[in-house]
């Protein structure tokens, strides 16, 4: 079971998870949705397609854009549909 912490408290669990660039990718659904609050930032990768963020705010504290996915990746970056990863000090273990 893999899991993503922030702030010491775990915000995503699964044992379905992809690695692409170094990165695990967890199902979408695998994320508590009381963590997560949109961001208007995007970023583009060439071969993944254009990303999306979602800021965490975890006991009142916030990390802003700490979570990416891609709303619709590229054919090459399919098998990240409907993941999310994590950076800016979360941990993946």
Known sequence: MATASWNGTVIAESDDIVTVEGNAYFP???VRDDVLR???TTSVCPWKGTASYY???V???TNP???WYYPAPK???RE???RVAFWKGVEVR
């Open 80 to 82: 990240i549909t409907g």
């Open 38 to 40: 949109p961001s208007d």
């Open 28 to 30: 979408r659904q695998a």
């Open 59 to 61: 006991d009142g504290a």
């Open 55 to 57: 800021t965490l705010e």
């Open 75 to 77: 054919d090459a970056a």
């Open 65 to 67: 854009d700490a979570v």
